[in-house]
């Protein structure tokens, strides 16, 4: 089967909820050494999008949206050990505290930036989901962050991500921290309004803003 093929039935699986064929097509990118990423992105991801869409148009319902997730996390499980270890050797790039804000508990997108960014050398301090704003900050502070990343895909969890920055410029330490904004909801104008210093639509776009604004600030400091 060809690279191509994989990917669509990674698609198809996800969008039939068909955990043995995630698991089998999983199984084939590691065979035949096709790229995992790719197939997270153009085959599981995708088939999450559809999902997404036949769900906002009542097609199907919270039972399958759940059993989509499972799939994906099925088939996860098979790749995530490969992608890691792409990582290969790396240089410790910066360190990151990442989570979904207050009252949202969508995490694999999150976890996929997590993957990414842990691969490209950074340490990431990974809260989890439904995570209160002063733990974001606390953490930061304690960790010494370069970085706070927040992850919201719901319209209603949105304004979790402003509450962090409104709390770090009361607490004057804005300037300490990229904050990057990502998920779903968000779109380049939102992370604009909010004063965010990074937006990214995806988990290579997160780590390559993120490497370019780190250098870039350090290399004013220096
Ligand atoms: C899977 C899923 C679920 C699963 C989540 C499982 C899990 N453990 O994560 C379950 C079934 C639990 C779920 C629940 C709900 N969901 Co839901 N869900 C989805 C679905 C289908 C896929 C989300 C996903 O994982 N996408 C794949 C990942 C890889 O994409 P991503 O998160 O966007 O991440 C990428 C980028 O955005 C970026 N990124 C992500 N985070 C970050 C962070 C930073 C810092 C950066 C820089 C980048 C970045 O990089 C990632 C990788 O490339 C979406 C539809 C969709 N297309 O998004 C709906 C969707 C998000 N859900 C929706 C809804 C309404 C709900 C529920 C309210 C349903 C309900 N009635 O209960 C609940 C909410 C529960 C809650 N309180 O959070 C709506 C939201 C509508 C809105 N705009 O508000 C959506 C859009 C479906 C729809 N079209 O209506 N959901």
New binding site residues.
């Given amino acids: 089967m060809t690279e191509n093929e994989v990917i669509k039935r990674l698609e198809d699986a996800i969008v039939s909820f068909n955990e043995e064929l995630a698991l089998e097509m999983a199984g084939e990118v590691i065979k035949n050494d096709y790229n995992p990423v790719k197939a997270?992105?153009e085959g599981?991801?995708k088939g999450?999008?559809?999902?997404?869409?036949k769900?906002?148009n009542e097609e199907i319902f919270?039972p399958e949206?759940?059993m989509?997730?499972k799939t994906?996390?099925a088939a996860m499980e098979i790749l995530e050990p490969v992608i890691k270890e792409m990582g290969g050797e790396r240089t410790m790039k910066g360190v990151v505290v990442?989570g979904?804000v207050k009252?949202?508990?969508?995490?694999?997108?999150?976890?996929?930036?997590t993957l990414?960014m842990r691969n490209a050398g950074y340490e990431v301090h990974d809260l989890g989901?439904?995570v209160d704003l002063f733990t974001f900050v606390e953490t930061a502070k304690k960790v010494n962050a370069d970085a706070?990343?927040?992850?919201?895909?719901?319209?209603?969890?949105l304004a979790g991500q402003k509450d962090v920055i409104d709390v770090l410029i009361e607490g004057g330490i804005r300037d300490r921290y990229m904050v990057?904004?990502?998920?779903?909801?968000?779109t380049p104008e939102w992370a604009e309004s909010i004063g965010a210093d990074?937006?990214?639509?995806?988990?290579?776009?997160?780590v390559r803003?993120?490497t370019d604004m780190l250098k870039e600030k350090r290399a004013e400091v220096s």
Wanted: glycine content about 12%; charged content about 20%; aromatic content about 4%.
């Fill in positions: 997270v992105d599981l991801v999450l999008d559809i999902v997404g869409e769900y906002e919270l949206l759940m989509a997730a994906f996390q990442l979904t009252g949202d508990i969508h995490k694999i997108g999150k976890d996929i930036v990414l989901e439904d706070i990343g927040l992850s919201a895909l719901l319209t209603s969890t990057m904004v990502g998920g779903g909801a968000v990074i937006y990214a639509e995806n988990a290579q776009a997160a803003k993120l």
